[in-house]
């Protein structure tokens, strides 16, 4: 799942980033309020969610949210400041945010903001994915498959392959392009190759069949893949 964060001080957005990285997000990080436009701009189906910092430069979060609002862009927005009188919160949640949360705060009180924001959002996935004999493990970033005999094993994933085989559960059956693929799972100033949405659909791949899971991933050539579930 892709988080938009725009945050200008280096160190809250560097521990927002590695924290979120931790719990399987996967984070783009806007420095100042024009370019977190320009970022939502491109195709703001990317993110799950923004965490907009009130105070920024170029444009302020309030700005942004407005400007986002007006555009009929309905992607949740988490405020984050150090105002904290009343006043001030109303302003934020009347330029559009879902919700406030005020600074310093601690990384599990964000994540379960953000937990709760995704719950209330239209294209909201519940956290129980599965798939044929598998289902993806989010306690333990892995997958549990159930064989034939109904025993159950479980199969640890990289950060990567999780937040890949995530996302192509999310769209069973539906052909998925390289650029679609790498727009989601990979940050937008990721120095990743070109070739590695084609190298990680291969170690996925070959994880899913060793581990005896029945969905498959098909390769569209020149296109993209597809994770075959009949
Ligand atoms: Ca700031």
Redesign the pocket.
């Known amino acids: 799942m892709k988080i938009l964060l725009i945050?200008?001080?280096p160190d809250l957005g560097s521990t927002i980033q590695k924290s979120l990285s931790h719990h399987q997000y996967i984070v783009d990080w806007a420095i100042d309020g024009q370019s977190g436009w320009e970022y939502l701009t491109i195709d703001p189906t990317i993110y799950a969610l923004a965490i907009v910092?009130?105070?920024?430069p170029k444009l302020s979060g309030i700005e942004l949210c407005q400007r986002l609002r007006s555009h009929n862009y309905t992607l949740p927005i988490l405020m984050l400041t150090a105002k904290d009188r009343m006043e001030d919160k109303i302003t934020g949640l009347d330029a559009g945010a879902d919700d406030y949360l005020v600074k310093p705060f601690g990384m599990a009180e964000l994540l379960a903001r953000m937990r709760a924001l995704q719950r209330r959002a239209p294209t909201f996935k519940p956290d129980r994915l599965q798939l044929g004999n598998m289902e993806l493990d989010y306690g333990n970033n892995g997958i549990l498959v159930t064989d034939k005999q109904g025993s159950l094993s479980q199969i640890t994933l990289t950060a990567k392959e999780f937040q890949l085989l995530e996302y192509l559960m999310q769209h069973p059956n539906i052909t998925l392009t390289h650029e679609r693929i790498r727009s989601r799972i990979w940050s937008i100033d990721s120095d990743a190759a070109s070739n590695v949405v084609a190298a990680q659909i291969r170690l996925l791949r070959k994880k899913l069949s060793e581990s005896g899971c029945s969905p498959t991933i098909e390769t569209i050539r020149g296109f993209g893949y597809r994770l075959i579930c009949n």
Do not use: C, N
């Open positions: 945050e200008d001080e910092d009130w105070m920024l």
